[in-house]
């Protein structure tokens, strides 16, 4: 169901701290989990921070090279007159491998555009991170029938700057904005709906080179949720918010 060359092997579960945990408590939280969390060749672990606290995280990580960790937006430019913005040169020399784009806090609270998405994209791949970008229709969206058009618009114009080799090189990850941080989780069902579409829209977009595209599901995961997400029909990982902030109860979800 997931495509003939789906190639996705380990799933991937991500946190996103969003606007939570300074250095201090990023540094508490990942004793506690780490005493945890064996590393596991079957799963592959990631964090996405506040940049004020990737530092302390890295520093907290040295022993855990397997675990991979993130900022949580950047700014299109490399430098400049830029105040109160990161750049995507600037994640990477601080040690982030990993980007989320258009995460729907971006789009629907500080009015980013699919343009701007797209943009932020192409500066992640230029600089050497990795992006997941971020799709998801919100709840009118969804009642009028429009998820697929959302996702698949969303996806065209985050991907557009990308050679289809460089597309077989970021993660997706599908968020239904009226999941996300409300407790209503979208059933496995209709997760993989629109998972098995946006799989469907890479291939499109870059052939071979789409089947290789993890595609996550996020919005409400919970430890009680995770495992049947997990076995939906073309889900490869969860991006995790408000369940990622507690660390046994993030250990829990990641030996799921
Ligand atoms: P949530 O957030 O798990 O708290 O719903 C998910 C996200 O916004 O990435």
């Given amino acids: 169901m997931t ?16 606007m939570n945990s300074g250095p201090t408590e990023s540094r508490a939280f990942l004793r506690t989990f780490l005493a945890r969390n064996a ?42 007159a830029f105040t ?15 980007v989320l784009v258009g995460h729907s806090e971006r789009r629907h ?10 943009k932020k994209v192409a500066a992640a791949v230029a600089a050497g991170l990795t992006p997941m970008l971020c799709v998801g229709e919100k709840l009118e969206e969804r009642e009028r029938g429009e998820t697929e058009a959302v996702v698949v618009r969303q996806l065209r114009a985050g991907l557009a700057a990308l050679s289809n080799a460089q597309i077989a090189s970021v993660l997706i990850a599908y968020e239904p904005v009226w ?12 997760a993989s709906v629109v998972h098995v579409a946006t799989r469907r829209e890479l291939t499109s977009i870059a052939g071979e080179h789409g089947a290789k595209v993890p595609i996550l599901y996020g919005g409400s995961v919970n430890a009680q949720n995770v495992r049947a997400l997990l076995d939906a029909p073309g889900v490869d990982g969860v991006l995790v918010g408000g ?13 799921s």
Avoid: C, Y
């Avoid at 999941?179 to 209709?190: F, K, N, S």
């Fill in 109 to 118: 609270v500080f009015g980013e555009t699919d343009e701007q998405t797209g």
């Fill in 243 to 255: 369940a990622s902030l507690d660390a046994e109860g993030w250990a829990t979800i990641v030996r």
């Fill in 39 to 80: 590393r596991r060749p079957d799963r592959t672990v990631m964090f996405f921070p506040p940049a004020l606290s990737l530092a302390a995280v890295r520093d907290s990580l040295r022993e855990r090279p397997d675990i991979l960790v993130g900022v949580q937006n950047i700014h299109w430019e490399a430098k400049g």
């Fill in 179 to 190: 999941a996300i941080g409300t407790g209503r989780t979208a059933t496995p069902a209709d």
């Fill in 3 to 18: 495509g003939a060359a789906h190639e996705v092997k380990t799933p991937i579960f991500a946190a996103n701290w969003k």
């Fill in 84 to 98: 109160g913005e990161n750049s995507a040169p600037i994640a990477k020399d601080a040690g982030a491998t990993h």
